[in-house]
């Protein structure tokens, strides 16, 4: 099936001996099913890509975390899988946040550090997102500060001290983008319809699908 573009990048500007755990943690409002969500911050280190891979894994994050949280319920988390890339996301009463995260930062912490930017955010703008009609980067520097603070781990498991108990019991599991999507969809056809993919994104695209490598960027 088709799997999410940008893998090329990650195989050839992975193993560079980068420490970048969180690749990026994203804010978005959610707007029900039949809507896409609207972006209210976004934060990313992508200092494992080259320059000109940047802009396409940009991109991504854009059009990926619009295709996961539309298809994340109100008070449900789930973890898609992607090789070496894990995007968790929850979504807290309409607000959500998505987490993009290597195998080997924790779960469990993932989804602290999206606890807490989701509480910094509603403790700064209270309820104002409900009303928002169109992407804005106002939830940006809390995301910025979380990202910087949270790339090891063990300081996002020191929020659990001051969080209620997780049940990961619950998280819903994926190990692939299409199986979020809903029955009839095609991730071809959200690529192509994408406001968030530039002509070079979906090109960039189509030639990894042609020549069959697994596209796969978180």
Known sequence: GAREYGEECVRRSGGQGSMVKLTA??????????????????ASDLTQFGYFERPVVRDMLNFVSRTIVKRTQPGQRQTVEHQEYLCHA?????????????????????FCVINKVLDDYTEKFGQAYRNYTADTNEG?????????????PSKADNLL????????????????????????EKLDNLVAKSSDLSMASQMFYRTARKQNQCCKMM
């Open 161 to 184: 001290r001051v969080q209620k108990e997780l049940d990961e019991t619950k998280i819903v599991l994926h190990k692939t983008i299409d199986s979020v999507l809903a029955r009839g």
């Open 25 to 42: 943690i994203v804010l978005l409002k959610w707007n029900g099913e039949a809507s896409d969500p609207h972006l209210c911050g976004l």
């Open 90 to 110: 929850f979504n807290k009463d309409g607000i959500a946040s998505i987490v993009f995260a290597d195998k080997t930062y924790p779960r469990r912490s993932a």
């Open 140 to 152: 940006t520097p809390i995301l910025e500060a979380a990202l910087k603070t949270y790339q090891d």
